[in-house]
């Protein structure tokens, strides 16, 4: 099936720092991703993972149990899927160091995205975390190690000391981070390679890199989700890495959450293009110089931010970017093998009602989705700003003074109720929808991202109109006094 594809290596990046899916959820999906071409998971734990000892306090509320671990690694296995954890080592460390018992590990005391790398603490901290994600991966034969996006790198206090000596720099202070914790992979388990981002390599000088010792430890991974990247420039990056001595090199994509942070649903087209791009990087580069590729689903920019597009929201762009991967291009008829592997009549979806049994693992939810995402909002605009009888008759003046004329109640209130009780059912249902993919916390926090606010506009209306219909003052008589009974 995979015909020529230069990736050998096709994996899903599952990114549990918000909304992580359900174990039985992830029963379903993992044979849908083993059909549609992937071969592999990149599973960025952050607090899902089940920490003990001191790091317990790590924990997110719902965060995997261990047997629920063994569970996730037993059904990759039965689909053959590789799996990959990612623990965060240097940046990204906002889920460690917003915790007080680790806030004196920070670089830069206010901020808890980067970790201090000359305090031996900081080692022993993510070595811990190292080690016990190890354990519960026997099998494990890379582990990715992060070191992406350290912001505030050489801010720091030890680190301004640090970098008033002669010859020290960022990059090296960098570069001696990433060796230690490479090299404690290493020990701790040799047959296992750490993968890193490359994004902190980019820029730092051949003859630097070269004599790090970081080449011979781990494996960068050049990552662009840009839908017009560099072709040229890419190649041009894995020749300095290859002349550097790193061994081997691995791209990565990505099929959603990244092109805005409260993106809901992926612009499929960007994702097309984007792994278009990276196969032109692939077949231009020398054979086989990169293992594999990872297709990133962010599903949060950082621990702090919104949720980005839900998994299931994700599939039918990760269903397109595999296919274009194993076929080389997304012509009519791969687009109908997989929209056939999908069990959907379109990429399109825009109608809730018209769904096959058989559509993919999370369809009702991306339905759903869809429907709120492009008209819930509009449609609660149109009635208030669009509506004339509401913006000539009860306006933000007449709600804050209780005035209308009866006769709008008439005009006002049925189109209200209507949309609301419209809503209010299909918002019941795709509550009850995530609740079967997501725990509690991520519905609660999509549903009032996404859908709360607009209905608590529509229900304020309402409550508005119900008290200014009450509020009606007494007529008044010829000289403007209360008109008497006679």
Not at 64 to 85: Q, R
Not at 292 to 306: A, C, K
Not at 359 to 374: M, Y
């Amino acid at each position: 099936m995979s015909g020529s594809t230069p990736f050998k290596m096709r994996l899903v990046h599952l990114d549990l720092k918000g909304a992580p899916p359900k174990v039985s959820y992830l029963s379903e999906i993992f044979p849908l991703f083993r059909a549609l071409g992937a071969n592999g998971l990149l599973i960025e734990y952050e607090d899902m993972f089940p920490y003990e000892g001191p790091l317990r306090l790590l924990r997110a509320k719902y965060a995997y149990s261990p047997s629920e671990i063994k569970e996730i690694l037993h059904l990759a296995g039965l689909n053959e899927l590789e799996v990959i954890p990612l623990v965060q080592t240097f940046g990204h460390m906002e889920f460690v160091l917003k915790h007080a018992a680790f806030a004196h590990l920070r670089e830069v005391g206010p901020f808890p995205c980067t970790l201090n790398p000359h305090e031996a603490e900081s080692l022993a901290l993510v070595g811990a975390m190292i080690d016990q994600v190890l354990e519960l991966h026997p099998g494990a034969k890379r582990l990715h190690v992060g070191c992406d996006e350290v912001y505030y790198l050489g801010e720091g206090e030890a680190s301004r000391r640090w970098l008033q000596q002669e010859q020290n720099n960022t990059g090296k202070l960098c570069l001696s981070h990433m060796w230690a914790v490479a090299s404690h992979v290493r020990a701790r388990r040799p047959g296992v390679t750490p993968l890193v981002w490359d994004d902190m390599l980019r820029d730092l000088p051949e003859d630097q890199l070269a004599v790090s010792g970081v080449p011979q430890l781990v494996e960068p991974v050049l990552w662009d989700y840009t839908a017009d990247l560099d072709v040229h420039g890419k190649v041009l990056l894995m020749q300095k890495y290859q002349r550097c001595s790193f061994l081997r090199l691995w791209a990565a994509s990505a099929f959603k959450g990244a092109t805005g942070p409260s993106q809901a649903l992926p612009p499929v087209e960007h994702h097309l293009r984007n792994h278009a791009q990276w196969l032109q990087v692939a077949g231009s580069g020398p054979t086989d110089s990169l293992q594999g590729i990872i297709l990133t689903g962010w599903q949060r920019y950082d621990h702090f931010s919104v949720l980005c597009e839900l998994l299931p929201a994700g599939v039918p762009s990760l269903a397109a970017c595999l296919q274009l991967l194993l076929w080389g291009g997304f012509d009519e008829d791969v687009k109908a093998k997989m929209e056939n592997l999908l069990g959907i009549s379109s990429l399109e979806i825009t109608d809730p009602v018209r769904e096959g049994a058989s559509s993919f693992p999370g369809r009702r939810i991306l339905a759903l989705v869809t429907q709120v995402s492009l008209h819930l909002r509009s449609s609660v605009d149109m009635l208030l700003e669009g509506n004339r009888y509401v913006t000539g008759w009860f306006s933000p003046y007449h709600r804050q003074r209780k005035l209308i004329h009866p006769v709008m109640v008439q005009h006002i209130q049925p189109a209200a109720l209507s949309l609301l009780a419209q809503w209010s059912t299909l918002v019941q249902e795709l509550e009850a929808a995530l609740q079967l993919a997501f725990y509690p916390d991520a519905v609660e926090e999509w549903l009032e991202e996404n859908v709360h606010p607009s209905l608590q506009r529509l229900q304020a209306l309402l409550q508005d109109l119900s008290e200014a219909a009450a509020f009606q003052p007494p007529p008044t008589g010829p000289g403007g006094d209360a008109a008497q009974d006679p």
